[in-house]
């Protein structure tokens, strides 16, 4: 436990330093965006409100300090997910890998996510200097988010041992095509407290701030072409800064019957200005999140979520109308494996609802939720 306080602690104190030598100004609103999309069918069916309840693969995003929920003798547990956005255009994949460490309840994992646009064409060069249009000259490029997240989590003696806590240190890679990459790093700090039926969670998105460093390199003829079409060229390189965001939840599950009924409230809360939330000011702004999962036996789940309290406007109105994000979704659990799906709206437009599958199991025994 020593350790791992030392570890964030150091982690903390040197992006600190780092994000002091970063103006405010330089932060950007939605930096590293694809993040906030959120992993996992079950979750995306709860309007994404499974910060104290997340307890499987997918608590590797969610709140790390989850993954100590998982019964040490289920071994290594591995989980998927694959969404696609924008009537297939954009992909949007989750894979998680968790194992235990020693004895107590210490659990590792690694996970990946990627959202990318594959096959855009590239047709800077289809006009030949002549003024003729040559397709040959038509490539294709990809804009692709990565991050890699490796987690740690363990039990605590806090509040008689109610309390685990977890964290991520998170590798951002970000690419469009050959013309412009980032490199970025962060971390992440989770807590979970478990008392009987009552889950509490909190997560600290990006504790110190996440910084991508981005470079820029075009080819003296790609130079050229923006030029002469009047468009403003790129800088060379440049910051990114994503400012933290802090994820208070609570959960409750009690029983009727042979059902089970579980709701779940989260607050989105970030740092970045103003966004277009339930409540905002110009360097706070914050979201409700809240979702209801009904099960049979734990083995059949019905779930029911919302979210993204948006406000549209219509063009040339000055008052919009609150509208908030609507999911639901279906689970079943057999033995070791639980599948499930979701129909949500990853996005932050009212009508890109997208199809969500998820898959986690255990290569011996998993735990109940």
């Known amino acids: 436990m020593h350790k791992f306080v030392i570890l964030c602690s150091a982690l903390c104190i040197g992006q600190s330093l780092a994000a002091q030598s970063v103006p405010p100004d330089d932060a950007v609103i939605y930096s590293n965006e694809f993040l906030s999309i959120g992993v996992g069918a079950r979750a995306q069916a709860l309007g994404n409100s499974t910060v104290a309840s997340s307890d499987d693969i997918f608590a590797t995003y969610w709140n790390p300090a989850g993954l100590v929920a998982v019964d040490s003798s289920a071994g290594l547990i591995a989980g998927a997910m694959h969404a696609e956005q924008f009537a297939g255009v954009t992909k949007f994949d989750y894979i998680g890998l968790s194992l235990p460490v020693a004895t107590g309840g210490r659990r590792l994992g690694v996970s990946l996510i990627r959202q990318g646009t594959d096959d855009i064409a590239n047709t800077l060069n289809l006009v030949e200097p002549d003024g003729t249009l040559n397709y040959d ?127 779940e409230a989260t607050a989105f809360i970030t740092f970045d200005g103003r966004r277009n939330t339930l409540l905002a000011s110009n360097t706070v702004s914050a979201d409700l999140a809240g979702g209801i999962e009904i099960d049979f036996r734990r083995l059949v789940f019905a779930r029911f979520g919302v979210d993204q309290f948006q406000e549209f406007r219509q063009l040339g109105e000055t008052e919009g109308v609150l509208t908030p994000r609507f999911a639901l979704g279906l689970g079943v659990k057999v033995k070791r494996f639980a599948l499930d799906y979701a129909y949500a709206n990853p996005g932050s437009e009212a009508d890109l609802y997208a199809h969500v599958v998820s898959l986690n199991f255990g290569l011996v025994k998993t735990t109940t939720r």
């Open 137 to 263: 000259n038509i490539t294709t490029f990809a804009v692709a988010d990565y991050a890699l997240a490796f987690s740690y989590a363990q039990p605590t003696t806090l509040l008689k041992g109610r309390v685990a806590v977890g964290g991520n240190l998170k590798v951002i890679r970000r690419v469009i095509g050959e013309f412009s990459k980032a490199w970025g790093v962060g971390v992440d700090i989770g807590l979970r407290y478990a008392d009987g039926p009552l889950r509490g969670g909190l997560m600290l998105r990006d504790a110190t701030s996440t910084f991508n460093s981005w470079k820029t390199e075009l080819s003296e003829s790609d130079l050229a072409v923006l030029q002469r079409t009047g468009n403003t060229l790129p800088d060379a390189s440049g910051t990114e800064v994503t400012r933290p965001t802090l994820l208070p939840s609570v959960a409750y599950r009690f029983g009727v019957g042979q059902f089970g009924i579980a709701p």
